[in-house]
């Protein structure tokens, strides 16, 4: 697609239950990273994929979150058991191999555990 | 630990002002700088900076990087309206041929009234 397409824009879930966020990027983008933004503070890694090298984890903030990227294109974030410091903005984003220009970001979802 | 300090944290000006964002970095294998205007929830991209004292300029936005000093600004003139946003600091770290993870600073609130 044109740009980093991600779905559901806004997400309200109760305590307790499992969420998937989705990123589809930008096609023949090669790189997919996940950050999430709290309210007032910068951009905090979460996970970055690249081609069908083993991707970087280690930004995760636990165990109970998990990404996965199907056939080097969507990627789906999953947070299991969610907690009310989950809420935030996700946010992906995707580039080319040699990233010239940086990252293209999608919308984001919005996050919001009650 | 890696670290992108950027200030002020806030600022608010009048139309027509200049204003100078700031950004300092510590990263091990450093590789580029970036800097995003975010304005609702996805950042766009701005500029990339890999050569120390290079200028680079788009309309009345430019910036410089100082890699003695582990440092960038962001130079808006004139400033308008428009220019409110959240100005976000990123600094890459080296992959070798791929683009590698941003590390990112908290951002700058800009506030421009008419």
């Known amino acids: 697609g044109a740009g980093v397409s991600q779905s559901p824009s806004n997400k309200v879930t109760e305590k307790g239950k499992d969420v998937e966020l989705r990123c589809d990027p930008i096609?023949?983008?090669?790189?997919l990273y996940w950050y999430r933004q709290s309210l007032g503070q910068g951009l905090e890694f979460l996970i970055y994929?690249?081609?069908?090298?083993?991707?970087?984890k280690s930004g995760l903030p636990s165990d109970r979150f998990s990404a996965e990227r199907t056939g080097g294109s969507v990627s789906t974030l999953t947070i299991q058991r969610t907690q009310q410091e989950d809420s935030a903005v996700y946010l992906c984003a995707s580039s080319l191999r040699t990233g010239r220009y940086g990252y293209t970001f999608g919308s984001g979802t919005r996050l919001t555990v009650v | 630990e890696d670290k992108v300090v950027q200030s002020p944290l806030s600022l608010v000006v009048h139309e027509g002002d200049t204003v100078t964002l700031n950004c300092s970095y510590e990263?091990?294998?450093?590789?580029?700088l970036l800097w995003y205007k975010q304005e609702k929830k996805a950042p766009t991209f701005l500029f990339m900076l890999t050569s120390s004292g290079i200028e680079k300029k788009s309309g009345r936005l430019s910036s410089i990087l100082d890699k003695k000093e582990l440092s960038s600004i962001l130079n808006i003139t004139a400033t308008q309206t428009g220019d409110s946003a959240i100005y976000l600091c990123a600094v890459e770290a080296d992959r070798g041929s791929t683009l590698g993870r941003l590390y990112f600073g908290r951002g700058t609130q800009l506030t421009v009234w008419p």
């Open positions: 096609s023949g983008h090669t790189a």
């Open positions: 994929f690249q081609g069908n090298s083993a991707p970087d």
């Open positions: 990263v091990t294998n450093f590789r580029s």
